[in-house]
C-alpha cells in the first residue's frame, strides 16, 4: 500500500510551491498524493489561471471556503477540512507557507493525530501584528517534520525549541518553478500586451494589509510610485484586496493599472524588469533566483538570505525610505547570488525526506539525495 499524502493548496502563493512537489511525488509509486484545495483563493486570475499555468492536477477535494474575517475563514477550513481527513485517512498532511489555511488545516491534522509536514518552516519576520507571522508560528509549533528553505528558518526553529531530528533544510520549491516554467514564461507575449520593453519598465505589486488597508500607509507608497514612474514607467497588477483601497488614491498615468497577472505571465514580467517593487514574500526570493533588483516596501522579512546574499533591499514604508532605496538601486545596483540549495531540487530533496521519514527509502530517492 503506498503512503497516502493529503496535499493542502490554498492560495496563490502555495500553487508554484505545491506543483514541483506534487509532481515529484506522483512519480514515486510509494507514495500517493491527494490535492485539497481550501478555496481561500478561489477565481479565476488567483487560482484557475495558476492550476493551468502550472499543470497541478485537479484537486480531489474543494473546500470552497471563499473570503471571510480571519476568525470565519480559519475556523470554516478546519470545520470543513476535518471530515476530509476522516474519509482520507492519509498518513500525513502537508501544508504549505504562512496562509490561513496552512494554519487551519495543520490544526485539523495535528488533533487527529495525523503527523503533519510543514513546507517553508521557521521563517520569521518577528513582527506579530502580521497575520502570516502567527500562522508560521503556531504551524511550526504543531508540525512533526519541517522543511526549511534558508538558514535562517533553522536557527529560528532550534531557537524555539524544536528537536534538530525533526528539520531538514530541502531548498527553496518555488524556486523549482521558476526554472522549471522560466523557458516557457519567455515566450508569453505579456511584454507586448502590456506595452513595455525588456528591462525598461518597473513592476510592481502590493497586498499586505498593512500596506493596503490604512489609506494613509498607502498613501505613502503611492506618492513613491508616483515619482519613481517618473523615471521609469510601472507596471502594477493589483490584488483583489488593493483595488478597493486604490479608488481613493491617484496613481501617475506613467502607472499602468492591470489585473492580476497568471504565473507565467507573472515570471515573464519579472524576469524583463528592470526593478521589483513588492511587498509580496514570493517575489522577493524569485527575484533573488532572477538576479533583478527588488526593493521591498516592509520594514522587515521574514527572508533575510534575499537581502544578505540576494538581490532584496528592504526599502520601508515612508514615501523618504523607498525614494531613498530606488536611488541607492540607481547609484549602487545590488549583486546578489543563489542562495544554498535554491537550484531547482528542491523537490526531489522533499520526497527523499519525506521517504526517509514515513517510508522505506527506495532506490530511486537515494538517487535523487545523492
Ligand atoms: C492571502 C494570505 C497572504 C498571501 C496572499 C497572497 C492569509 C492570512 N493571507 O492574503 O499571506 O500573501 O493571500 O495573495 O492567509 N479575493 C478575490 N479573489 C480570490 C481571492 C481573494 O477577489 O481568488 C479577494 C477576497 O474576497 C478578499 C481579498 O481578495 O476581499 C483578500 O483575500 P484573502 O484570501 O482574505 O487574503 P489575501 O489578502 O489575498
Aim: charged share 20%.
Amino acid at each position: 500500500m503506498p503512503f497516502k499524502i493529503l496535499c493542502v493548496a490554498a492560495a496563490r502563493p502555495n500553487f508554484m510551491k505545491l506543483a514541483p512537489l506534487i509532481r515529484a511525488l506522483s512519480a514515486e509509486p510509494k507514495f500517493e498524493t491527494v490535492l485539497v484545495h481550501t478555496g481561500q483563493h478561489y477565481d479565476e486570475s488567483m487560482s484557475g489561471q495558476f492550476f493551468r499555468d502550472l499543470a497541478l492536477p485537479s484537486p480531489a477535494h474543494n473546500l470552497s471556503v471563499g473570503p471571510g474575517s480571519h476568525a470565519f475563514q480559519t475556523a470554516e477550513i478546519l470545520r470543513r477540512f476535518e471530515p476530509v481527513l476522516l474519509e482520507e485517512r492519509p498518513g500525513a498532511v502537508l501544508v504549505v507557507g504562512d496562509v490561513n489555511s496552512t494554519l487551519a488545516c495543520a490544526l485539523a491534522g495535528a488533533k487527529l493525530n495525523i503527523p503533519v509536514v510543514h513546507v517553508e518552516a521557521g521563517l520569521r519576520s518577528f513582527d506579530r501584528t502580521m497575520p502570516e507571522e502567527i500562522n508560521r508560528i503556531v504551524t511550526d509549533s504543531i508540525s512533526t517534520l519541517l522543511l526549511v528553505t534558508e538558514e535562517s528558518g533553522w536557527a529560528n526553529l532550534l531557537r524555539e525549541g524544536i528537536e534538530e531530528s525533526r528539520i531538514h533544510m530541502v531548498g527553496n520549491l518555488m524556486i523549482d518553478s521558476l526554472r522549471y516554467h522560466l523557458a516557457k514564461a519567455s515566450q508569453s507575449d505579456v511584454l507586448s500586451r502590456l506595452c513595455v520593453r525588456p528591462g525598461r519598465f518597473g513592476l510592481v505589486t502590493l497586498h499586505r494589509p498593512a500596506n493596503v488597508d490604512d489609506p494613509k500607509q498607502l498613501l505613502e507608497i503611492v506618492a513613491a510610485l508616483n515619482r519613481i514612474s517618473m523615471d521609469l514607467p510601472l507596471c502594477f497588477p493589483v490584488h483583489p484586496r488593493t483595488r478597493a483601497s486604490l479608488k481613493n488614491v491617484t496613481c501617475s498615468p506613467s502607472i499602468q493599472l492591470v489585473d492580476p497577472l497568471g504565473y507565467l505571465d507573472c515570471l515573464c514580467m519579472m524576469s524583463n524588469s528592470a526593478v521589483v517593487l513588492t511587498d509580496s514574500g514570493g517575489m522577493q526570493e524569485e527575484t533573488t533566483a532572477l538576479g533583478v533588483p527588488c526593493l521591498t516596501l516592509r520594514e522587515n522579512t521574514e527572508r533575510p538570505v534575499t537581502v544578505n546574499q540576494g538581490t532584496n533591499r528592504l526599502a520601508g514604508t515612508s514615501t523618504a525610505s523607498i525614494l531613498l532605496a530606488w536611488q541607492l538601486t540607481l547609484t549602487n545596483p545590488p549583486v546578489g547570488r543563489l542562495p544554498e540549495l535554491w537550484d531547482g531540487h528542491a523537490a526531489d530533496r522533499s520526497v527523499a525526506c519525506l521517504a526517509r521519514h514515513f517510508v522505506n527509502t527506495p532506490a530511486s530517492v537515494h538517487a535523487a539525495i545523492a
